[in-house]
């Protein structure tokens, strides 16, 4: 009894000295590689030259075994450029402190689960702030400062977010309903979910990664989903949507300049105005998708591999 005591504390020890020796800090290695911070509970995982990296899905990890040698090198680079400061558990009570204060500083914190519905967080620092599942209904964020805040599984319905500055925030299934982003900044954000109808009107989200990333999504393949959403005006210059579905969407005036919409669900999408130079429209779908006055038609990607009908379009 004694020998089965003492083997089950070594291999006890073991899973513990495994959990705690990932690189990264558990982030997945084929993500990093792809220039994106996507943390990890390092339940997939593999011993590479004896060290242990972690891997946001099977697909990613097999990915990486393709060749382990470059992907570390790009992981790495990124990695030391990129790693996030550690985040501060902050408790329920010391985050309503903050908020109620005139000098509200919840950067670096780990806000996750807490709930903040119906709060008025305009003058709050979060840069760096986790809100992983956290409760943020009818929040009042306008004009704040999330730059790099990670809003994984929050729950943002009727949150007002416009103007707010969301630089290199990761956005993974928050649950959104008649969301405000209404002239945030989405630069380089990476953002995944339903949306619905979503305003993201007058937003900048240039090169941002609204795109299908197939084997870096931590819950498996999603897309970013926006039925009627609004995105007139908004900014999308060298922006990622590849195989999205904004149909019925609004994007009057909008910059789509050098955009992957590849396979992107346009139809009924009103484009009026908008301006796609260089974007990438190969086997997008555009059945029934307003195209009055759009420019740059004739210097679009794959556009002759575009399907449906639009309207008012020129040779197509």
Not at 147 to 162: C, G, H, V
């Amino acid at each position: 009894m004694k020998s089965f005591q003492v083997l089950i504390a070594a291999v006890f020890m073991m899973v513990v000295q495994f959990s705690y020796a990932a690189e990264f800090g558990d982030h997945c290695v084929t993500g990093l590689a792809s220039d994106m911070m996507i943390p990890t509970k390092c339940e997939v995982s593999t011993m590479y030259e004896g060290k242990t990296y972690c891997f946001a899905s099977q697909m990613s990890k097999d990915k990486f075994l393709e060749n382990p040698d470059a992907s570390l090198k790009k992981a790495t680079e990124f990695y030391a450029k990129n790693a996030e400061p550690e985040r501060e558990k902050i408790s329920q009570a010391d985050a309503v402190a903050q908020i109620k204060s005139k000098t509200c500083d919840l950067s670096n914190k780990d806000a996750g689960y807490l709930e903040l519905d119906g709060m008025d967080l305009r003058h709050c620092n979060m840069v760096n702030t986790s809100f992983f599942g956290a409760y943020l209904r009818g929040a009042n964020l306008s004009g704040a400062n999330m730059e790099r805040a990670y809003l994984n599984l929050a729950r943002l319905e009727n949150a007002n977010l416009s103007y707010a500055n969301l630089k290199d925030a990761i956005i993974f299934q928050a649950i959104f309903d008649k969301t405000n982003f209404k002239g945030a900044n989405l630069s380089n954000a990476r953002v995944i979910g339903t949306l619905g109808n979503v305003d993201m009107s007058e937003a900048n989200i240039s090169k941002g990664r609204f795109g299908l990333d197939i084997g870096n999504q931590p819950m498996g393949a999603m897309r970013f989903d926006a039925i009627g959403g609004n995105f007139s005006g908004s900014n999308f210059e060298g922006a990622d949507i590849n195989r999205n579905n904004v149909r019925f969407g609004n994007f009057r005036n909008a910059n789509l300049r050098n955009t992957n919409l590849f396979r992107a669900d346009f139809s009924k999408a009103d484009l009026t105005g908008a301006d796609i130079t260089g974007a990438d429209l190969k086997e997008a779908v555009l059945d029934g998708t307003i195209m009055t006055g759009v420019k740059g038609i004739e210097a679009i990607k794959g556009y002759d591999r575009s399907k449906g009908e639009c309207v008012d379009c020129s040779g197509h």
